[in-house]
């Protein structure tokens, strides 16, 4: 019989063989650059659901038990989900920032593990002008100042240009793909438009669905 995960908060796993993933890969992460340390992480993928965001909040939690100071930001303003991962309402974010509704320290959710988040807030008809936005760029030049690791959780690369727009503020792109679901040719276009925008793509995080009835999920790292 398949193991059922088990989650400490929604999208927090407490499986040991993804835990053991997750710290391989923060080693993986620190290998793929010797003379920088990569400090901002963006995460995202080429098509939606594809476990962006388990990827993303998982990683934050793999880094904070081990005594980092993380800040995970939801950037995926149109479809936003960090929140639901953490179950905290999706308000006094990024929106309502840049709207002047609330004070920048207004802006930080701390939880319970750890892991301090930034949400989007309320909804916006303009998410590329937020994010081309210099309140986006200096919220991360300050962040880089009090955290040792920002992860950032964007939308689909091959949906909209959002992500595209983000990679130039991080220091590396962690590309997430759906083993045996997502086309090779979406994911080409989509690392494509990327290496275009001139990110560093660190790696690929391979999720594997090995039985569908229980949603058991394994991760990997694959350099490019």
């Known amino acids: 019989m398949a193991r ?3 989650y400490d908060i929604k999208g927090i796993s407490k499986d040991g063989s993804i835990i053991d993933a997750f710290e391989k890969l923060q080693v993986n992460i620190g290998l793929s650059s010797v003379d920088k340390k990569l400090q901002v992480i963006q995460i995202t993928s080429s098509v939606q659901d594809e476990g ?3 990827v993303a909040v998982n990683l934050a939690n793999s880094y904070a038990v081990k005594g980092a100071k993380v800040l995970l930001v939801d950037l995926d303003i149109r479809r936003p989900k960090v929140h639901r991962n953490f179950d905290k309402p999706n ?3 990024l929106v309502d920032f840049a709207a002047g509704k609330i004070k920048k320290e207004d802006l930080i959710v701390h939880t319970k593990n750890n892991i301090d988040i930034i949400l989007t807030g309320s ?3 303009y998410p590329v002008k ?3 936005s210099d309140l986006i ?3 991360l030049d300050e962040a880089r100042q009090k955290y040792d690791y920002i992860i950032l959780d964007t939308p689909p690369v091959a949906v909209v240009v959002d992500p595209l727009i983000v990679s130039k503020l991080t220091d590396g792109v962690l590309f997430i793909v759906e083993a045996d679901r997502t086309k090779r040719t979406s994911i080409k276009e989509a690392i494509h438009l990327l290496e275009k925008a001139q990110a560093n793509i660190i790696g690929l995080v391979i999720k594997s669905v090995r039985d569908t009835a229980d949603y058991k999920y394994k991760y990997k790292y694959k350099e490019d």
């Open 123 to 125: 909804k916006t008809p």
């Open 137 to 139: 760029k200096s919220l």
């Open 91 to 93: 308000e006094n974010g």
């Open 52 to 54: 962006k965001t388990t």
């Open 130 to 132: 937020l994010l081309e």
């Open 4 to 6: 059922k995960r088990k």
